[in-house]
């Protein structure tokens, strides 16, 4: 079994792109920042690890947690 990784959506030259944690290489590239944020939610959720969405300028603007997480968020959103 593959150990699970963060999955993180950023920006890659001129699209948005999915990375998992650790990784230089993307895992997949979209032009459009909300399909990134859905393929990389399907993949975290898929190996029970967390979501960071990056904005722009590289700064985290939101995470969600899919695996088992000690300290869930208070958070309804999802």
Do not use: T
């Amino acid at each position: 079994m593959s150990k699970s990784r963060n999955q993180h959506v950023v920006r890659h030259n001129d699209s948005w792109a999915v990375r998992a944690e650790g990784s230089q290489k993307v895992s997949k590239e979209f032009d459009i920042k909300a399909d990134a944020v859905n393929w990389g939610r399907k993949v975290a959720q898929n190996q029970q690890s967390e979501l960071f969405i990056h904005g722009k300028n590289g700064q985290i603007q939101d995470r969600d947690s899919y695996g088992n997480d000690p300290c869930p968020p208070k958070d309804k959103k999802h």
